[in-house]
């Protein structure tokens, strides 16, 4: 009987065909491009989602194992280690890029246009994609955990009507004489 071949490796020439391909529908068509970000943002966050559980997975059926205590804690160490020098490397390429490259400093904003970008950004709405890009959570229990809410942004006016909305009739929010007792429900604009 012939053994089977490994077909795992083909994964790799996958992916790097797919960036190739990629990359050339960049070049040849940009607004194609443009037009598939939402695929390639939603497989990003597949990725990130499944990531926190393998190295879980990974992390337990390692300790689990290995039969010696002390050789747990030499690989905790070793791991550890090796967090500390590459985050520390992480930080000094971002400090270099950023110190090198000064991004940001071109742009020339003035209080004007932060306050024209702050109205426009009010009236703006969710588009389709960013929907279905906010249905895929980031990890499996931020699904249940996260405080993502299809409401509209905070704003003075909708906190001051939903503080007169639960104030007791005796208090400031409410605008009540402060000689009933109790908890009104009722919304008094």
Same mark, same amino acid.
């Given at each position: 009987? $012939?053994?089977?071949?490994?077909?795992?490796? +083909?994964? +790799?020439?996958? !992916?790097?065909? $797919?960036?190739?391909? =990629?990359?050339? !529908?960049?070049? &040849?068509?940009?607004?194609?491009?443009?037009?598939?970000?939402? &695929?390639?943002?939603?497989?990003?966050?597949?990725?990130?989602?499944?990531?926190?559980?393998?190295?879980?997975?990974?992390?337990?059926?390692?300790?689990?194992?290995?039969?010696?205590?002390?050789?747990?804690?030499?690989?905790?160490?070793?791991?550890?280690? +090796?967090?500390?020098?590459?985050?520390?490397?992480? &930080?000094?390429?971002? &400090?270099?890029? =950023?110190?090198?490259?000064?991004?940001?400093?071109?742009?020339?904003?003035?209080?004007?246009?932060?306050?024209?970008?702050?109205?426009?950004?009010? =009236?703006?709405?969710?588009?389709?994609?960013?929907?279905?890009?906010?249905?895929?959570?980031?990890?499996?229990?931020?699904?249940?955990?996260? $405080?993502?809410?299809?409401?509209?942004?905070?704003?003075?006016?909708?906190?001051?009507?939903?503080?007169?909305?639960? $104030?007791?009739?005796?208090?400031?929010?409410?605008?009540?004489?402060?000689?009933?007792? =109790?908890?009104?429900?009722?919304?008094?604009?």
């Amino acid at each position: 009987m $012939a053994a089977r071949r490994d077909r795992t490796h +083909y994964l +790799y020439l996958a !992916v790097i065909g $797919a960036v190739l391909l =990629g990359i050339a !529908v960049g070049f &040849l068509a940009p607004g194609v491009a443009v037009e598939l970000k939402p &695929l390639g943002t939603g497989f990003v966050n597949l990725i990130k989602m499944m990531i926190s559980p393998i190295i879980f997975c990974t992390i337990v059926l390692g300790v689990g194992s290995v039969r010696k205590a002390a050789k747990v804690g030499a690989v905790g160490g070793l791991a550890l280690g +090796y967090f500390l020098l590459m985050s520390t490397v992480a &930080l000094a390429i971002g &400090l270099l890029v =950023g110190n090198l490259l000064e991004p940001g400093s071109g742009l020339h904003l003035t209080k004007e246009l932060a306050e024209a970008g702050a109205q426009q950004a009010e =009236g703006a709405s969710e588009s389709t994609a960013d929907f279905l890009l906010g249905i895929i959570p980031t990890t499996l229990v931020s699904a249940f955990t996260g $405080a993502r809410s299809s409401r509209p942004s905070w704003s003075p006016s909708s906190r001051a009507s939903r503080s007169r909305r639960w $104030a007791r009739p005796g208090s400031r929010c409410s605008g009540g004489s402060g000689t009933s007792s =109790g908890w009104s429900s009722a919304s008094s604009p």
